[in-house]
DNA sequence: CTCCATTGTGACACCGGTGTCATGCCCTTT
DNA sequence: AAAGGGCATGACACCGGTGTCACAATGGAG
């Protein structure tokens, strides 16, 4: 039965609703008499402020919006993990908007939800971070937005992101330091900005150990589960095998274990594989897989914290908006060193 | 810049703002020159009401929670986008809340939740649909909510579930039906009801054949993959292998099928494995597994649906708001006929 | 002791909708 | 012709907060 409203606090407290205001937004200009007074018919009366009258007032809604459109349901939850741990603590909520649409259907689509709800401002995960649709009718529309893993810093928006290309390298050259040279590449969903950046890592990696680059050993994927398996079966039907196989995200490279196993190929004996994400499956098959952690929760996290930031403080001191933060290399069983 | 309030509207249409508002709500006694002045006001500003403000002027918030605990991410987003649906269906927000608590802890964070965003109505997931402590301070606080999947329908909540022991029973009788005769069951975690009522379905499905039940091929887990892989390791080290396992879940039947390949045991060819859920995971491994597909977005939708319309509607009809709906079988490679 | 700036407080309008009630009109009914 | 009922409409208060401004009390400077 918590009804108390701020006037019933007010009459309790013997003092204006204004006052009760004052009080409850920490405002200079109390005393300090009236404040504890107040702030003890808070506690007598259990009273909570009501965040709809609150944002009526202000016209605000405290409402953070969350679009994505991702296959892998632990990066879905992880991306919702940082997103609500940061929209809490600034005493915001949440509003998850999965969304399969491309083009003017997507824009559609996202005004009908500004509109519908009034969000205060909105997360981008990817694919939507790099369409430059959205990000340009976001802005004629004056709704202030976070970019989660945009594939380029093109923008003077919030961005953070974790450096794919740099972790492709890495695990790249790890596959080449355990005596690989034919290395097959996975990649991902052209939508996807980590498709090009893990692409050229990889390329980078070879480059730099003077590793003959060979076209047929690319396969292109969408980073769903299905597509892995296709690629899998072109590259295992290569004349010449690779002796290993790097796929751009967990479940194309999960794939690539099953085909390999109904092909009896052993793994890691026959094949290495290494996948992108740590994503659940990638210790939950047998061999698990070497694969990259990125710091999904820290960056929505940090992606909504400043922003909620930027439109809390006018202060338009504007430090850079743009983070990049740290992936870790993951070795599992799944590779190993090659046999010949 | 969508500008238009019901007041400009008003202006426009040279009427009051309480028939526009008349107009909105599609109420009666408007004439019909009237109605359509307004709504082509409504199209020439481009007009939406402001949700915020309506939430005020009914005590609303048109906000819909879902607290859920659950270790499958795949579960996770099965009932948010069945959640979802509904809430659009009916213009309503969803609000996700995960939340691990047990106990006073869990009660006074759902408190917090309740009383920062004023939520109209609230979703129990399991294990929460069960917990008799949340039934009873939702009811003493008269939130409404409804159940997805309880155990039991013992409460005159809205309650939509799957049939989980008859499920289980057909899983079991599968096997048997294959020729296995010794089949060793992995519980799930105590909190959730679905560990009893698989369990039951098991027994039943032994007794019915006349399958003497060994409790030595019962093992304790806890839904996690881990615990798959631990009483997995019990099981096949049993002086008499089981030639099937069924595990409560996707994961832990995944855990049990890797733990069957370290131990080079073939599968189905030397132990059969059936799972329940269908998780993404049981088509993701080689063999795939043998599940059972619930609707889990379904249940959640009309859970849901039922809730809002309770709430709409206050003609006390009360129509039964209990619901069970079918699961379905899934057979893959991961079971086969026993070999001896 | 005045003057003025600062501090503490409340009255009041406002945010954008909805509910209540009064009013004026037209059409029956007797 | 008078009375009564239903329909269409608007004035106004209200939901629970916040912003603006006026004003009294206080205190330090001249």
Redesign the pocket.
């Known amino acids: 039965m918590s009804k108390a409203?701020?006037?019933s606090v007010a009459k309790y407290a013997?003092?204006?609703?204004?006052?009760v205001?004052?009080v409850?937004?920490e405002e200079?200009?109390?005393?300090t008499?009236?404040r504890e007074k107040v702030q003890q018919a808070f506690k007598d009366l259990d009273?909570?402020?009501?965040p709809i009258?609150?944002g009526?007032?202000?016209?605000r809604s405290f409402i953070i919006g969350c679009i994505y459109d991702n296959p892998s349901k632990s990066y879905i939850t992880r991306v919702q993990t940082g997103a609500l741990l940061a929209c809490h603590e600034k005493n915001y909520n949440l509003l998850i908007h999965p969304c399969e649409l491309r083009g003017q259907a997507l824009l559609d689509n996202i005004d009908a939800l500004i509109r519908r709800t009034r969000l205060d401002g909105l997360v981008l995960t990817p694919p939507f971070s790099d369409q430059k649709d959205i990000l340009e009718f976001l802005k004629s529309k004056n709704i202030p937005y976070a970019r989660v893993a945009p594939g380029t810093l093109d923008d003077d928006s919030i961005s953070v992101r974790s450096n794919d290309e740099q972790a492709a390298f890495e695990i790249t050259e790890l596959l080449i330091s355990l005596g690989h040279k034919d290395i097959a590449f996975i990649k991902g969903h052209p939508d996807h900005s980590s498709t090009t950046l893990r692409f050229s890592g990889y390329l980078k990696a070879l480059k730099k150990n003077n590793i003959e680059f060979k076209p047929e050993l690319v396969d292109e994927g969408n980073f769903s589960y299905h597509s892995g398996e296709d690629s899998a079966r072109k590259i295992f039907n290569l004349s010449k095998k690779p002796s290993a196989v790097f796929a751009s995200n967990d479940y194309m490279a999960a794939a690539v274990l099953k085909v390999a196993s109904q092909l009896s190929l052993k793994v890691p004996e026959q094949i290495s594989i290494a996948g992108f994400d740590n994503a659940p499956i990638a210790r939950h098959i047998w061999p698990g897989l070497t694969t990259i952690a990125q710091p999904v929760e820290k960056m929505t996290y940090t992606a909504i914290s400043k922003l909620i930031e930027q439109f809390t403080e006018q202060d338009e001191k504007i430090p850079l908006h743009q983070e990049t933060l740290e992936a870790q290399l993951i070795i599992r069983e799944s590779t190993d060193k090659v046999k010949s």
């Not at 013997?14 to 006052?19: M, P, Q, Y």
């Not at 200079?28 to 005393?31: I, K």
């Open positions: 409203t701020i006037n013997g003092v204006s609703k204004k006052t205001s004052r409850l937004n200079p200009n109390v005393s008499a009236t009273y909570r402020p009501n009258a609150r009526l007032a202000h016209n």
